[in-house]
């Protein structure tokens, strides 16, 4: 198994552009808790093998999604279908341990007075838990699968790192062969470096075993590089679900695009499919309004040129180490459309050298490749 970028992005077991199956089919789940409403009439097919990111706000619903699939919730209405089996619905119900679904949560939820191989053992099913050798050759076989090695199963959870935790929790969720996994941010309480390497790790596992998987997370990096669908969460609704691509680069809406990554957010003037806005004219895709528009860009469209008519003053930066964030105030220019010179356009770009973060500094610019226009006034 090749190791990809960060995570998986996955190439299908039967190649790209092929229909698979849904593994797992939500349809019009709703939930409350009380009188509020937390899922509200939620559709979601994950394709056998899939991994699939929910991304929301906090407290938008994305670990009640996962607790209705896991069956720790009953929805009020809507079915759960995993595989061929309805396991919630107006007339049936599957209770958790029989879903065939293993969770990892943030903390592993690991029990802390027991060791490693108990730990795992404890996930395995009940007629696989008699035979001393063969307990621990299976307990082995899982350390393998998380690529942790055999001389941690004696230890307790608090002799190993938060990563080798996870992997342990993942090992245990593994252990009944789980036809899905779900993974309510299993990364969060991880370091930064720890944190790419153990994403690698499962991603690989997941892919390795082809195992369906649902991922929540707050981290939109995380959920682009990880799976190979997003499903974006916003007060109990799902409003857009697609590869990450798409949703990135074509958000249905300004929510969803600053959910999933920086933006530039300009006012523009749309005639077909060129928008004039303070960066000059830039070309739109598949443009749905025309006239006055909010014009979408991300930050690595904008690029720092030897010479343009376009030219920005630096207000200020800020230094990450491989790039920085430059705060730039563009500058009205011939080529800027009349209409959005009035008001000075502030705009934070990122670039690689850090000396171009020093205020006052003269530079040009030129966006490249395509905007997303959106409504200037979506309540109109
Ligand atoms: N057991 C519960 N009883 C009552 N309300 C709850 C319960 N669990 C969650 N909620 C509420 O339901 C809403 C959705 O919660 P949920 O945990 O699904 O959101 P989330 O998107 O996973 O949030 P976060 O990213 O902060 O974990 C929140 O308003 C939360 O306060």
Same mark, same amino acid.
């Given at each position: 198994?090749?190791?990809?970028?960060?995570?998986?992005?996955?190439?299908?077991?039967? !190649?790209? !552009?092929?229909?698979?199956?849904?593994?797992?089919?939500?349809? !019009?789940?709703?939930?409350?808790?009380?009188?509020? /409403?937390?899922?509200?009439?939620?559709?979601?097919?994950?394709?056998?093998?899939?991994?699939?990111?929910?991304?929301?706000? @906090?407290?938008?619903?994305?670990?009640?999604?996962?607790?209705? $699939?896991?069956?720790?919730?009953?929805?009020?209405?809507?079915?759960?279908?995993?595989?061929?089996?309805?396991?919630?619905?107006?007339?049936?119900?599957?209770?958790?341990?029989?879903?065939?679904?293993?969770?990892?949560?943030?903390?592993?939820?690991?029990?802390?007075?027991?060791?490693?191989? *108990?730990?795992?053992?404890?996930?395995?099913? /009940?007629?696989?838990?008699?035979?001393?050798?063969?307990?621990?050759?299976?307990?082995?076989?899982?350390?393998?699968?998380?690529?942790?090695?055999?001389?941690?199963?004696?230890?307790?959870?608090?002799?190993?790192?938060?990563?080798?935790?996870?992997?342990?929790?993942?090992? *245990?969720?593994?252990?009944?062969?789980?036809?899905?996994?779900?993974?309510?941010?299993?990364?969060?309480?991880?370091?930064?470096?720890? /944190?790419?390497?153990?994403?690698?790790?499962?991603?690989?596992?997941?892919?390795?075993?082809?195992?369906?998987?649902?991922?929540?997370?707050?981290?939109?990096?995380?959920?682009? @590089?990880?799976?190979?669908?997003?499903?974006?969460?916003?007060?109990?609704?799902?409003?857009?679900?697609?590869?990450?691509?798409?949703?990135?680069?074509?958000?249905?809406?300004?929510?969803?695009?600053?959910?999933?990554?920086?933006?530039?957010?300009?006012?523009?003037?749309?005639?077909?499919?060129?928008?004039?806005?303070?960066?000059?004219?830039?070309?739109?895709?598949?443009?749905?309004?025309?006239?006055?528009?909010?014009?979408?860009?991300?930050?690595?469209?904008?690029?720092?040129?030897?010479?343009?008519?376009?030219?920005?003053?630096?207000?200020?930066?800020?230094?990450?180490?491989?790039?920085?964030?430059? *705060?730039?105030?563009?500058?009205?220019?011939?080529?800027?459309?009349?209409?959005?010179?009035?008001?000075?356009?502030?705009?934070? $770009?990122?670039?690689?050298?850090?000396?171009?973060? /020093?205020?006052?500094?003269?530079?040009?610019?030129?966006?490249?490749?395509?905007?997303?226009?959106?409504?200037?006034?979506?309540?109109?």
């Amino acid at each position: 198994m090749t190791a990809r970028n960060i995570g998986s992005n996955r190439s299908t077991p039967d !190649g790209p !552009g092929r229909i698979r199956p849904s593994h797992l089919e939500i349809r !019009g789940v709703s939930m409350s808790y009380g009188r509020t /409403r937390v899922l509200d009439d939620v559709d979601l097919a994950v394709p056998h093998a899939g991994i699939t990111a929910v991304v929301g706000a @906090s407290g938008s619903g994305k670990t009640t999604l996962l607790r209705v $699939i896991a069956g720790f919730e009953r929805p009020a209405q809507g079915t759960v279908v995993l595989g061929d089996q309805t396991v919630a619905g107006p007339a049936a119900w599957t209770p958790a341990h029989r879903r065939g679904v293993g969770y990892v949560t943030q903390d592993g939820g690991l029990f802390p007075h027991l060791s490693v191989a *108990r730990n795992i053992r404890f996930g395995l099913p /009940r007629a696989d838990r008699t035979g001393r050798d063969r307990l621990r050759a299976r307990v082995d076989e899982l350390l393998d699968l998380v690529a942790l090695p055999r001389s941690v199963a004696d230890r307790r959870p608090d002799q190993l790192s938060g990563g080798q935790q996870q992997r342990v929790a993942i090992a *245990r969720a593994m252990a009944r062969k789980p036809a899905m996994m779900l993974l309510d941010e299993p990364f969060s309480a991880l370091d930064t470096g720890l /944190r790419t390497a153990t994403r690698q790790a499962i991603a690989e596992i997941l892919t390795a075993s082809q195992t369906t998987a649902v991922l929540v997370t707050h981290d939109q990096a995380e959920a682009l @590089s990880f799976a190979n669908e997003v499903a974006v969460m916003r007060e109990g609704r799902l409003v857009q679900v697609g590869a990450p691509i798409v949703v990135y680069t074509r958000p249905r809406d300004l929510g969803v695009a600053n959910l999933l990554g920086d933006t530039i957010i300009l006012d523009a003037m749309l005639e077909g499919s060129l928008a004039s806005c303070a960066l000059g004219v830039v070309p739109v895709r598949r443009p749905t309004v025309q006239g006055r528009v909010k014009l979408l860009l991300r930050p690595e469209q904008v690029h720092v040129v030897v010479d343009s008519p376009i030219r920005a003053t630096v207000e200020g930066a800020v230094y990450f180490g491989p790039e920085s964030t430059v *705060r730039l105030r563009v500058e009205p220019h011939a080529d800027a459309d009349p209409r959005f010179v009035d008001e000075p356009t502030v705009i934070t $770009i990122r670039h690689w050298n850090a000396a171009l973060g /020093r205020a006052g500094a003269q530079i040009a610019l030129r966006v490249v490749g395509e905007g997303v226009a959106f409504p200037a006034d979506p309540v109109a």
